[in-house]
């Protein structure tokens, strides 16, 4: 893989726009050959000499001679501080350096001077030189303010932890520690240190040490007991050495010894668990219980807490981590692109000041790693380093063939059994039967419902495929937890095995039907779409650990979140559940129909009597139940963020409950012209109302003033035209609803048929809606270099208290 590709595929999605655009960079380098390739073709004038030969060579060299200059540069400030000194060279006739002079400033940062911009051809250079700057500026500006804000959070995290062990410390000990406890554990704990150090000591080179030394000082930022001390010291003093390990050793002494209890005086507990009971508590304005508990069933809530902040932080840092390896892997691999192309050598200078700034000298990160790992180990894996980093470090999650196979296998199945089943229904004429409508009627409705569950998951699939090949983090949108997101192949499989276990029960009750010997088990035969939905809810809510389980669990949380819509806090997977199930109307109803058709006891005579006021009373209820849940959940955004943009939304909501009754409505008054004008009126305005919101707000298309006429500033499909062509094709699938008021008739299709159809034509459209809802989540993710989300704390700090102290 060629390191272009490499380069893209391991950044942060979030963080692309500060990465360095190396792309555009090779595009500069590829104007350099353009130009040498027309000169070298273009033949040199008779006479003239070449600027690289002859008295040619002299007279151009003292160009690139040192400048003596108007104020003289000494040897030690030459070679100082990189932050405010010249790190490059002039290149002279007499020593092989480089054709650049790299000056760095705290106030405008790297600044390069090329020093053959004379040359012919040299005004190329000159552009790709401060592009270089330009990109090495924003990529060491962007990674010192997320150093520093990982930085804060340490602070944060650190007093965190002190409020943890003080709480422990309660938990475990109501009375406090006695004296004589403490004297034994900090005599056995100096000792142990002392032994370390001493150890350390004499296994650990001179430079090793001083180093050691200044990480050790330097990384009790996140600290047990909060006490932090750097020493200073130089590489060649071993007095100063000796110094600095006795400190360390005092330092981690103070360290250990048991959290002051005081510090539960200052702080309370933060419950952000959302309830029913909370949420009605809220409304009602009843001031939250915030007083400290100990109970070990509130240490085990802080732990799990605080141990989820911690490994948040640590992905925080692997990230900065990479992303300044990335970056410096980049300077370097272009800058040895330009060296091959033009023949110098400019790469040493330019990357000894890119080894030298903060980009790539410092190790605030990797310091701040080691603490967090060991910090992790000791309080929240038992000090079972395996297990600690193994939390902390997930491994990736590996393609594995046999699930491919799997997939192929089951989805080879389901053509095998669609061949099968239309060739049964055509040899034995099953549609001119006289069973035919009674069997559509009965029959088709209950199996219906398994067709719109794998249409769904197969959108669902090609959703997921798409959003990777085009580097959606779908993953951490919908907050899946890290390892436990399903991969496209994964999804076709429980959609193909689901399919396969339809068909074969459809196949199955044909052909006890047709075959005499197994007439008189037609009861058995009925049952079977119902033992298959069964079997199915079983699996989706089994607690064992088999069959995607976590991400069973996930699905049947958001379900019930959707269900209490106004009672929790609104999050993306929730509305963009009831989202998709407002494309699922006509499998709600099927639902609704098992319950009926088996109930009652029809099944037994295979008909149909689900036509009562009772039943026609649910058609309503279950058709808008998903439209409620949407209109709940922007009722409480609307509560809790102030922003009247939801409140909007809960208008295209409302006005679609509206067109859905008066559509069901026309469904039992056929042939009534007011009726029919009433629900065609309000379906027409709640459909122009929803393509206009899915348009401008969910997909972020139609400006006029974006640099992509009629779409928006950044696309992530590169090909325009799939923009227009998804908004044709919303609009028409819509617009699908038009054949239920004006009752579109095929003579060749029966009713049940349509509605099937037209239930289909909509999740299809919800799937297409759903890649480009997701694609303008993550370009707005992008545009907040937004890569991980807000992790609750447990405890809260009096401020006022804590600036006095």
Not at 724 to 742: D, E, H
């Amino acid at each position: 893989m060629k390191f272009g590709k490499e380069f893209s595929s391991q950044m942060v999605p979030e963080w692309q726009q500060a990465y360095m655009d190396y792309g555009f960079l090779k595009t500069l380098l590829k104007e350099i050959i353009r130009f040498k390739l027309r000169t070298n073709n273009a033949a040199p004038r008779g006479g003239a000499k070449n600027h690289l030969g002859g008295e040619g060579l002299n007279r151009n060299m003292t160009l690139y001679r040192a400048f003596s200059g108007l104020v003289s540069i000494s040897r030690r400030q030459r070679h100082g501080n990189s932050h405010d000194v010249e790190e490059g060279v002039q290149l002279t006739t007499t020593t092989t350096t480089g054709p650049i002079l790299v000056n760095t400033t705290v106030d405008r940062g790297c600044e390069t001077t090329f020093l053959m911009a004379a040359e012919e051809g040299g005004e190329y250079e000159l552009v790709f030189f401060r592009r270089l700057d330009d990109e090495f500026n924003k990529v060491s500006k962007f990674y010192k303010e997320k150093v520093e804000e990982v930085l804060k959070e340490a602070v944060v995290l650190n007093k965190q932890m002190d409020a943890l062990i003080a709480f422990r410390v309660k938990v475990e000990n109501p009375e406090g520690w006695g004296w004589d406890e403490r004297t034994v554990e900090i005599s056995r704990l100096a000792s142990d240190i002392a032994t370390s150090a001493a150890t350390l000591s004499a296994s650990t080179p001179a430079g090793a040490k001083s180093m050691k030394v200044r990480s050790q000082a330097h990384m009790e930022a996140i600290h047990e007991g909060g006490s932090s001390r750097a020493g200073q010291l130089e590489d060649n003093d071993e007095e100063e050495q000796r110094e600095d390990i006795n400190e360390v050793k005092t330092t981690r002494m103070r360290a250990v010894r048991p959290a002051p209890l005081n510090i539960l005086d200052r702080v309370s507990i933060n419950d952000t668990k959302e309830t029913p009971r909370s949420t009605i508590k809220g409304v009602l304005q009843v001031p939250k219980q915030t007083d400290l508990k100990f109970s070990r069933e509130n240490l085990m809530r802080v732990e799990e807490k605080l141990r989820h902040a911690f490994i948040v932080f640590y992905q925080k840092l692997r990230l900065l981590k990479s992303y300044s390896f990335l970056n410096v892997l980049a300077f370097l691999k272009v800058l040895k692109k330009y060296d091959k192309i033009t023949s110098r050598d400019a790469t040493k200078h330019y990357m000894k000041m890119v080894d030298s700034s903060y980009l790539g000298s410092s190790d605030d990160v990797v310091r701040l790693m080691e603490r967090v790992e060991a910090t992790f180990i000791k309080h929240f894996a038992n000090a079972n380093r395996t297990k600690g980093m193994s939390i902390l470090r997930p491994k990736a999650k590996r393609e594995r063939h046999r699930i491919t196979f799997a997939t192929g296998f089951s989805a080879g199945c389901v053509f095998s059994l669609i061949v099968a089943l239309v060739a049964i229904i055509r040899t034995r004429n099953l549609l001119q039967g006289d069973g035919q409508k009674q069997y559509m009627n009965t029959m088709f409705p209950l199996y219906s419902l398994f067709g719109f569950i794998v249409l769904h998951i197969i959108m669902y699939a090609a959703n997921i495929y798409y959003w990777r090949r085009y580097k959606v983090n779908y993953s951490f949108i919908f907050g899946f937890k890290q390892g436990t997101e399903l991969g496209y192949r994964q999804v076709l499989l429980v959609g193909f095995t689901i399919g396969v276990f339809a068909l074969l029960c459809v196949l199955a009750n044909l052909d006890m039907e047709a075959d005499p010997k197994t007439k008189g088990y037609q009861t058995l035969t009925e049952l079977l779409p119902l033992f298959l939905l069964i079997a199915m809810f079983v699996v989706l809510v089994l607690p064992f650990n088999f069959f995607y389980r976590s991400s069973r669990y996930f699905f049947l949380a958001c379900v019930f979140r959707c269900l209490a819509a106004p009672l929790y806090k609104v999050t993306l997977p929730d509305f963009f559940l009831a989202d998709q199930f407002t494309s699922q109307v006509q499998a709600l109803r099927s639902i609704e129909f098992y319950v009926c058709y088996y109930g009652w006891g029809d099944f037994r005579h295979r008909k149909n009597t689900c036509n009562t006021s009772l039943y026609n009373s649910f058609l309503f209820i279950v058709a808008v139940l998903p439209y409620v849940s949407r209109l709940l959940q922007c009722l409480r955004r609307l509560f809790e963020e102030k922003n009247p943009e939801q409140g909007y939304n809960g208008i295209k909501y409302l006005l679609t409950i509206v067109a859905v009754c008066l559509r069901t409505a026309y469904s039992f008054h056929k042939g009534n012209i007011a009726w029919r004008m009433v629900a065609a009126i309000s379906s027409a305005a709640a459909a122009i109302f929803s393509t206009y919101w899915d348009f401008v707000h969910d997909w972020g298309l139609l400006n006029r003033t974006s640099k992509n006429r009629w779409l928006r500033d950044k696309l992530i499909i590169p090909q325009k035209k799939v923009y227009f062509i998804a908004m044709i094709l919303n609009v028409l699938l819509r617009f699908a609803w038009i054949q239920t008021v004006l009752d579109f008739n095929f003579s060749f299709m029966h009713r049940q048929t349509m509605v099937t159809t037209v239930a289909s034509l909509e999740i299809i459209r919800r799937g297409i809606w759903s890649f480009f809802r997701l694609e303008n989540e993550h370009l707005n993710n992008v545009g907040k270099y937004r890569a991980f989300k807000s992790v609750p704390l447990p405890f809260n700090y009096d401020e006022d208290e804590d600036k006095d102290d």
